[in-house]
């Protein structure tokens, strides 16, 4: 096929199969020969939600009009507030509402739910990441090991995929929790990697480490909204996420927490705690001793950030609206067809993609390793000159995110046709 010839059968497969773009803001190209950019960057910054301004707007007339009674008063007192996005929450992550709430950031809660999931002994204090870990795990996790008084560089165990390979193999991972996993306290592991967009087997390793007598937490960042989660079925003790990427919940948004029902009520289990983590019926007797409910809501600590959250409920509405089989459906349509478009453009060019090419073991991201380097240039051209959004990873990857509510087949086809023409054949 032509360029002209792919170009319009990807128009007539995003007339066939429309999405939901229209509930979004697209910005603007800021080049090349459409109005809209090509954008592919929700893997960082998920785009607007049209319903959101609406939603900030009555939250802001409240306040407004109210003053402090709306913390109990008007059509969404502000103190209960959060609860109306647990439920959406829940059910993206595959979890009770009981084991789900939303609050703080993502490294912030993956400290607090470390300060109750890693419990280092001796013998049995390591943590287990990926190489590949975005920074703020790695920091997170290391200064998790020194605050304990341990040697960072023994207690962070980082798995790396085999040599000449880009991906972890679910199999080295669970050989390495068979051998050494009576040393293991903590597994924390991305269950989408942010680089390569690997999607790691969730409940295979969750099952291994549990054999090898650790606790199994999950970064899912790049996975909540992205692909189907069941973390109550699958046994994962703990998780967090945040909600600007994939969610589209604006930037900073806050994050969500998952902690498994088994751990709730627990006594044993130590945490940070606040007054918006003790039973809500005395909350405001201001007793010194906090009553926390058994549930996750055990660990909020802090009133939540109501201006932060009115995003996030217009976009999680979307969701609930469209549902995650279909998103996903559509989302291997989006990714598969991006995928055939770059496997034509990638002979001769020093171009590999470094996701797995099986569906079932990535989410919408494909990761693009660029031979010769200056990724940091090429995604720059590609905004400037094609209006094609992407991100880079230095030194050399690219991240291309066809997102299933908002990105389009054309899209996909006006990053492989950008990358054709900005990347010489070698
Ligand atoms: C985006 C991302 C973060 C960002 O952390 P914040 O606390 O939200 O700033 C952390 N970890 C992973 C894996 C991410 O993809």
């Given amino acids: 096929m032509t360029s002209l010839e792919q170009e319009a059968a990807a128009r007539r497969r995003d007339e066939a199969e429309p999405g939901h773009r229209h509930l979004f803001h697209v910005?603007?190209?800021?080049?090349?020969?459409?109005?809209?950019?090509?954008y592919l960057v929700g893997n960082s910054l998920g785009l607007q939600p049209r319903a959101a301004r609406a939603d900030l707007d009555a939250e802001l007339e409240t306040w407004a009009t109210r003053g402090v009674s709306g913390h109990f008063s008007g059509d969404r007192p502000w103190v209960p507030s959060y609860r109306s996005l647990t439920g959406p929450s829940a059910s993206l992550?595959?979890?009770l509402p009981a084991e789900t709430?939303?609050?703080n950031s993502l490294t912030v809660n993956l400290h607090l739910l470390m300060v109750s999931f890693y419990r280092p002994t001796a013998g049995r204090d390591r943590i287990v990441i990926e190489d590949t870990a975005f920074p703020s795990d790695s920091y997170a996790v290391r200064s998790q090991a020194r605050h304990h008084g341990l040697d960072p560089d023994e207690a962070v165990v980082r798995l790396r995929p085999r040599p000449g390979e880009e991906t972890l193999r679910t199999e080295d991972v669970l050989d390495y929790l068979d051998r050494e996993g009576q040393r293991v306290a903590l597994v924390l592991l991305g269950g989408v990697n942010y680089l390569t967009g690997e999607l790691m087997e969730i409940p295979e390793i969750t099952e291994a480490?549990?054999?090898?007598?650790?606790l199994v937490g999950w970064d899912l960042a790049h996975a909540v909204g992205n692909v189907p989660l069941a973390l109550h079925d699958w046994d994962v003790d703990f998780a967090a996420w945040c909600t600007y990427k994939y969610l589209n919940s604006g930037p900073g948004a806050l994050a969500g927490a998952f902690v498994h029902e088994r751990h709730l009520g627990d006594p044993t289990v130590d945490r940070f705690e606040g007054w918006w983590g003790t039973d809500e019926a005395t909350r405001f007797e201001m007793a010194p001793v906090s009553r926390p409910p058994a549930t996750v809501e055990g660990w909020l600590i802090s009133n939540p950030p109501v201006l932060a959250m009115a995003p996030m409920r217009?976009?999680?509405?979307i969701f609930a609206q469209v549902g995650m089989p279909a998103l996903r459906d559509r989302s291997e349509r989006l990714t598969g067809f991006l995928e055939e478009l770059l496997d034509q453009v990638i002979p001769?060019?020093?171009?590999?993609?470094?996701?797995?090419?099986?569906?079932a073991r990535r989410g919408c991201q494909l990761s693009v390793r660029i031979g010769r380097g200056g990724a940091a240039a090429l995604t720059e051209r590609l905004s400037q000159e094609y209006g094609v959004l992407v991100d880079d990873r230095e030194p050399d990857v690219i991240r291309l995110a066809p997102v299933p509510l908002y990105s389009t087949y054309h899209d996909c086809w006006r990053a492989a046709e950008a990358l054709?023409?900005?990347?010489?054949?070698?």
């Fill in 27 to 38: 910005p603007p190209a800021e080049g090349g020969r459409y109005a809209e950019s090509a």
């Fill in 93 to 95: 992550v595959g979890a």
């Fill in 101 to 103: 709430v939303v609050m």
């Fill in 209 to 214: 480490g549990h054999r090898a007598g650790a």
């Fill in 314 to 317: 217009s976009a999680l509405a």
């Fill in 348 to 359: 001769g060019r020093p171009l590999t993609v470094l996701t797995p090419r099986d569906p």
């Fill in 420 to 426: 054709s023409r900005l990347v010489d054949k070698s």
